[in-house]
């Protein structure tokens, strides 16, 4: 018989609004094993069943300038260090296995570094048995009693099944009984001690509401990615002693070495699904024999020793547990030949091999390429996720790379809506992994923001549900109750005896003749009840089926209300969706401005502090500097001056003399104009001419000794008028004889508002220097107004000038350009310079809003000694 091909499930059409539109995002688990010393630091922290934080370990500060940064990651759920295997598997895995066995496909895979407790979590351990052996205990617990018998599912090269019947599937066990090492293990044979432990589980685990209609069957396969290359586990490569191998000597010679395996190609099947062409798949019937199936395959895996792992994965393993199912016929005998019927779902768990760095690793040659083929296909499923997350946060149609690496090309599937998926990301709480164990939170973090299709529920079997037991009851009676036949049979009269004891025996056939008819009689009466019985089943039948379709037709009508409201209620959820996604990327947009922000101004106040740093150093140096002219302005002027006293001491004494030597002329010149005869005059001792010479020098000024003088003020024309004088501090007190006064004026140096709104005159005092050196007093007079807008404004009017010169009118010279007097002594014209004893300058201030000011210039006049 030709066997009944099928395809890959879960390709049916849909409507549109189904749940198709629905997704889930991937479950993220975070599982942290116990450190291996008591006293190593830790640098993650569990603070809740969802959260952990992370600890800058202490040599990391150092390292870093002394930066102490705790850092928070959420995930679905956290598992401490003393988390059992079972506590794991019931939140992790038994839900994954539940859908498999209900016809839908799952993605569980573990993710860490190098030692993190990824293969201790998938496989487990001795009495500890990890996910895998769990998973496919589950599996057996639950379709044991329904499981097709072997080669009934046949695997193809389409990753498709084909259905054969029960005489094509006996004749293929006795077909593969009778070869001489068989492919697939026996059920019947011990278990491997090795691994006896690990499928040894305890707990009783069993799927609920599993379809008994229908047959099961179970298909394992191991695969591994090495170095970006798909390699079969499984895969037996028979030695072929045909072709012979060549030797260094160019002789053919026969070799017994395994042949290493070849790498095998993806390919994609008609319903665009990812799956390894040529990979054994291999029917297992008990966990045993497929933990076995495993654990061949584990021993072909690429393992080796590494700086930070003893036994290090150096290949991404694959174990892929097909479960195929296909419903009873009608009769519950055999397997419904329908290929439509068939439903395959897959769950694959996976053991990613772990990230590190090549520096720590101490990889050199082969194992320094592993580790830049296993972190780079890792990479690659990074950047899948975040291109995934972008295109689902921003609505972007970026292409994800999933033919970057061989991994990703494979799970496209799970992650394009064929199927759950789940991570569980171990860790390594000890401080030298805190670099690794932080990038893996940030994949984490990320990957947990990717959603991924609802799977779509399979078709139901049109069927009647039951059809196993009633092909049970329907193979003998059950227990001593006897059968509707015997019962009816046991109702009818029994027959007379039949025996002719003579050819003359009247009474024996009238006896069996009466006997028949009155059974005869009796089947018409069971006839006609049961007439009428199927007549009044047949109106309650009615009556039912028209009652189920007025109850069909209201709970349709309940649905379709139903439908609208569900319909109403998803647009709505994809207007929030959309707003919140929308919010989330104003708020991201937000962050990076204020970090943008936040460093222009740690920026601006480094910058600031330089400034601040740079004004201050220069304020200091000036402050240096101003003390140090101080100090040599102050030790100058003392020198100076000790200069000058000498200076005009020798002046004086040198004054003195030549005084002396002119009164001694004058007596002479007296005494010969008065008196005829002129007397030798007697010198007069030195102290005696030094009293008189003194006395003569310091002769006081004949004004003050004049009477006293009254001074002359000039009246002004407006005396009844009350004035403000306003006269500047910085003009020259004059002795002249005639000084402006006016009565009942407010004096002020400073014009101001309060004295003008009190005056009606206002008079200023100007000095300024004449032509011929003199100061000039101008009294500038003018009229107070009001303004409208409630200040005062000044009108000039009149000038009146007061102006000092000199009574014999003749010009000062420069004491430098006077000629030298025949006698030795200097001119007696001396100019202003030498007549107060500084130079005086008198300038006005150009600009100036409240009228002209002097300064004072004083400069020591320097003379000969």
Not at 307 to 312: G, I, P, Q
């Amino acid at each position: 018989m030709k066997p009944a091909r099928t395809k890959t499930p879960r390709k049916f059409l849909v409507k549109k609004g189904s749940q198709t539109s629905l997704k889930d995002p991937v479950g993220v688990y975070c599982r942290v094993r116990p450190l291996s010393l008591p006293d190593q630091e830790c640098c993650i922290e569990v603070i809740n069943n969802t959260t952990v934080q992370l600890h800058t370990p202490e040599g990391y500060r150092l390292n870093r300038n002394g930066d102490y940064k705790e850092t928070q990651y959420s995930f679905k759920q956290v598992f401490g260090t003393h988390t059992t295997q079972k506590e794991l598997f019931d939140v992790v895995a038994n839900p994954l296995v539940d859908d498999l066995i209900h016809g839908k496909n799952g993605l569980l895979f573990t993710y860490g570094v190098t030692g993190s407790g990824k293969t201790h979590t998938m496989t487990g351990s001795p009495g500890e048995g990890g996910l895998l052996p769990r998973c496919l205990d589950m599996i057996f617990n639950s379709i044991g009693t329904f499981q097709a018998k072997r080669y009934v599912f046949k695997s193809n090269d389409r990753n498709s099944m084909d259905i054969q019947c029960e005489v094509d599937a006996l004749l293929e066990r006795q077909k593969r009984e009778a070869m001489p090492n068989p492919k697939t293990p026996s059920g019947k044979r011990q278990v491997d001690p090795e691994f006896a432990d690990m499928i040894n589980v305890q707990e009783f685990c069993k799927a609920e509401e599993v379809d008994e209609d229908s047959v099961y069957g179970v298909f394992v396969s191991y695969i591994e990615i090495y170095n970006n290359y798909i390699y079969d586990l499984l895969e037996e490569v028979p030695f072929d002693p045909i072709k012979p191998k060549w030797n260094s000597c160019s002789t053919p010679m026969r070799s017994t070495e395994f042949v290493p395996p070849q790498s095998k190609l993806l390919r994609e099947d008609k319903n665009h699904n990812m799956y390894v062409a040529g990979c054994t798949e291999v029917e297992v019937k008990s966990t045993e024999e497929a933990f076995e199936v495993f654990w061949r395959g584990q021993k072909k895996r690429r393992i080796a020793n590494t700086h930070l792992n003893r036994e290090s994965s150096r290949s991404h393993s694959v174990f892929n547990i097909k479960l195929v199912q296909a419903p009873l016929d009608a009769d519950g005998d055999n397997v419904l030949q329908e290929k439509e019927q068939i439903t395959i779902s897959q769950l694959s768990l996976v053991d990613l091999a772990g990230s590190e760095r090549t520096n720590r690793t101490k990889a050199e040659g082969n194992r320094l390429r592993e580790a830049g083929n296993i972190n780079q296909s890792l990479m690659t499923l990074r950047t899948c996720m975040e291109v995934l997350r972008e295109n689902q946060m921003y609505g972007t149609n970026k292409m994800v790379p999933y033919r970057d690496s061989k991994l990703t090309h494979l799970f496209k599937n799970y992650f394009d809506g064929e199927g759950k998926v789940r991570m569980i990301v171990c860790v390594n709480p000890k401080a030298e992994d805190y670099e690794e164990s932080l990038q893996v939170m940030r994949f984490a973090e990320v990957t947990q923001e990717v959603e991924v299709a609802r799977p779509v529920d399979r078709a139901i079997c049109g069927l009647t549900p039951g059809r196993r037991y009633r092909n049970q009851a329907r193979g003998g009676p059950v227990g001593d109750e006897p059968l509707v036949t015997e019962v009816v049979l046991q109702s009818f009269p029994p027959l007379p005896s039949c025996e002719l004891l003579d050819i003359n025996d009247e009474q024996t056939l009238p006896r069996l003749i009466e006997a028949l008819e009155k059974r005869h009689h009796l089947r018409q009466m069971m006839i006609e009840e049961f007439h009428r019985q199927s007549i009044t089943f047949k109106a309650l039948l009615q009556e039912f089926d028209n009652a189920v379709l007025n109850k069909e037709n209201y709970i349709q009508g309940k649905l379709n209300e139903k439908e609208k409201v569900i319909s109403g209620q998803k647009l709505e959820i994809e207007r929030l969706e959309k707003k919140n996604k929308t919010l989330e990327y104003k708020i991201e947009i937000l962050e990076k401005t204020t970090t943008i922000y936040e460093e222009d101004k740690r920026t601006l106040q480094q910058e600031l502090e330089a400034q601040n740093q740079k004004l201050q150093r220069q304020f200091s140096d000036k402050r240096r500097l101003e003390a140090r002219l101080q100090g040599m302005v102050t030790e100058t002027t003392m020198k100076w001056e000790k200069e000058c006293e000498r200076r005009v001491a020798a002046k004086q004494l040198e004054m003195q003399n030549k005084l002396w030597v002119k009164d001694e002329k004058l007596k002479q010149l007296k005494a010969i104009v008065t008196e005829p005869k002129a007397e030798k005059p007697e010198r007069p001792s030195r102290e005696r001419d030094r009293e008189k010479v003194t006395q003569r020098a310091v002769s006081p000024s004949p004004v003050p000794n004049a009477p006293p003088i009254r001074l002359r003020h000039r009246r002004s024309r407006s005396a009844g008028d009350r004035w403000v004088d306003h006269k500047p501090a910085s003009n020259v007190q004059t002795e002249t004889v005639m000084q402006p006064h006016v009565p009942h004026a407010i004096t002020v140096s400073v014009a101001n508002e309060k004295a003008l709104a009190k005056c009606e005159k206002y008079m200023l005092t100007h000095q300024e220097l004449a032509s011929d050196g003199e100061i000039e007093t101008k009294l500038i007079k003018g009229d107070v107004y009001k303004t409208r807008g409630g200040g005062q404004s000044v009108q000039f009017t009149d000038i009146e000038t007061l102006k000092q010169e000199s009574p014999t009118g003749r010009k000062r010279r420069s004491s430098s350009a006077a000629p030298a007097q025949p006698d030795g002594t200097e001119s007696e014209w001396t100019d202003v310079e030498t007549r107060v004893g500084c130079s005086v300058a008198v300038e006005m201030r150009a600009g100036s809003q409240l009228g002209p000011g002097y300064q004072h210039h004083a400069q020591p006049k320097r003379k000969k000694p």
